[in-house]
Nanobody, 115 residues
């Protein structure tokens, strides 16, 4: 399977936490930067967090201090730990692999932050 597969979305109350996971095939994962993007209704898709194959990270200003991206190269999985969630974090979250073999997007997982 080439397409990354996301999991872990759901409904959470404001202030709560969720952890998203994205699994990708080993041939792609090892050399790819892995990113989490999100798209809210009526808005453009935006970068949330990204981690390179070497482990360097960058975050959108809106999630700094609340979200943490990490990768487990043995499990070929990237994670997004989301804490202190806000209603404005509600969106479909997509995983993207970007490397020498090309760009691959997952199908997305819905995150809804609501009381």
């Amino acid at each position: 399977q080439v397409q990354p597969v996301e999991s872990g979305g759901g409904l959470v109350q404001p202030g709560g936490s969720l952890r998203l996971s994205c699994a990708a095939s080993g041939s792609i994962f090892r050399l790819s930067a892995m990113g989490w993007y999100r798209q809210a209704p009526g808005k453009q898709r935006e970068l949330v967090a990204r981690i390179t194959s070497g482990g360097s990270t960058n975050y959108a200003d809106s999630v700094k201090g609340r979200f943490t991206i990490s990768r487990d190269n043995g499990k070929m999985t990237v994670y997004l730990q989301m804490n202190s969630l806000k209603p404005e974090d509600t969106a479909v979250y997509y995983c993207k692999a970007d490397g020498p073999q090309g760009i691959y997007w997952g199908r997305g997982t819905q995150v809804t932050v609501s009381s």
